[in-house]
Structure formats: C-alpha cells, structure tokens
C-alpha cells in the first residue's frame, strides 16, 4: 500500500479539493466550551502535541432496535478538511475564554489544523452494533479533543435517520416506493440524504 505523510504538499493539494461541510454552520465553534478549556489546559502543560487516539463508538441501539446504520462520514471529512480557526472565530473565543488566558494560546489555535490527524472509519452506509468503533481519530491530543463534539453531532443525527429511514424500508418491503420529506422539518439537506442512505427511494 502506498502511504503519504501527514502534511506533505500532495496530501495538502488533495486536501484543499474537499468541498466544505453541508451546513455552514459545522465550524471549529460548533463545541462546547469544555472542549476550549481542556485544550488550554493541554497547550499550558505543554502537552498538545502528544499523540491521542480516541475511539467513536455507541452503547445502544436507537428505537429499540437490534442495528444501526452508520451515516455521517462524508461530513467528518468535510469537516476534518476544512479545519481552521478564522479571525472572527478566534476573537469570539478570546471572548469567552478567562482574562487570565494567554494570547499564546489564541495563536496556538490561529495556527492549527488537521494534517497531522488520521481518521480511520466502516463505509457509510454500514450495518453497526454496540460497541464497535466506527470511528477511529489520531493526532496531536488537543487537535483531536476538538474534533470530538463535531463529530458526535455530525454523526449521532445522520445515523438515526438513517437507521429510521432503514427500518420503514424493512417494514415496506422492497416492492414500494418510499419518498421522504424531511426537507420541510430538519437539518439543510441531511434528512434527505440520510433517509436515501437507510433506504428511501427518493425525496419530495
């Protein structure tokens, strides 16, 4: 298998194609403050740069059920991609974070993003099951702890759709057309695209 090191020019050139994620609002913000803290205190101790691997996984089927439908991937990467801190998102933080926070910190954020990290994954798309790892993160340790609640959030709501959407197809049978229209109620364009994933045939 041929292999690229992290951050190398054709790495970063395959890396800048990647369209950024659906909703605009999927930033480096879209955490919580308990994630700004930790990784201060890491940057503080000196310790960012050490090597974290942390695991995605979950404790029990949504509805009841005996399977979930793993969807989201295709944002994490968008999201991993597209990594980086703009002005107006380090000022906000600056903001928010203690007075007695240093201004090396803030640079440390102005000037980080994910080419030192590895996302290993099952395909969207997967039949998953309790306490299975479908995602796996690697990388400098306040890098990755910023990664975790995105990730959560870009991944818990696609699958649960489309677990959903999987469980009406089993209940209709594969002779009927299914048509969603989660467009009108949920989030951008991810409803349809998730139901789609678990089964659907189309959206309205």
Not at 10 to 22: D, H
Not at 62 to 79: D, K, N, Q, S, V
Request: aromatic fraction near 14%; hydrophobic fraction near 45%.
């Amino acid at each position: 298998m041929d292999t690229v090191a992290n951050g190398s020019k054709e790495e970063g050139n395959r890396r800048s194609v990647i369209a950024r994620p659906t909703n605009p609002m999927v930033t480096p913000l879209l955490s919580d403050f308990y994630q700004f803290n930790m990784a201060y205190a890491l940057w503080k101790a000196g310790k960012q740069n050490e090597r974290a691997v942390f695991d995605l996984y979950f404790r029990t089927n949504p509805f009841g059920g005996e399977y979930t439908i793993f969807a989201g991937l295709e944002e994490c990467i968008r999201f991993v991609a597209n990594f980086r801190f703009t002005a107006e998102e380090i000022a906000f933080i600056q903001a928010y974070l203690p007075k007695t926070c240093e201004d090396g910190f803030l640079d440390y954020l102005r000037g980080i993003d994910c080419s030192d990290v590895e996302v290993y994954a099952v395909s969207e798309g997967s039949v998953v099951f309790p306490k299975v790892p479908l995602l796996r993160v690697e990388g400098p340790i306040a890098v990755v702890l910023l990664l975790e609640t995105p990730f959560l959030n870009l991944i818990n709501y696609a699958s649960l759709v489309a677990t959903n959407a999987a469980r009406h197809r089993f209940v209709a049978g594969k002779s009927k057309l299914l048509l969603e229209f989660g467009l009108r109620r949920a989030q951008v364009v991810g409803a349809s695209k998730y139901s789609y994933i678990g089964g659907f045939d189309a959206t309205r």
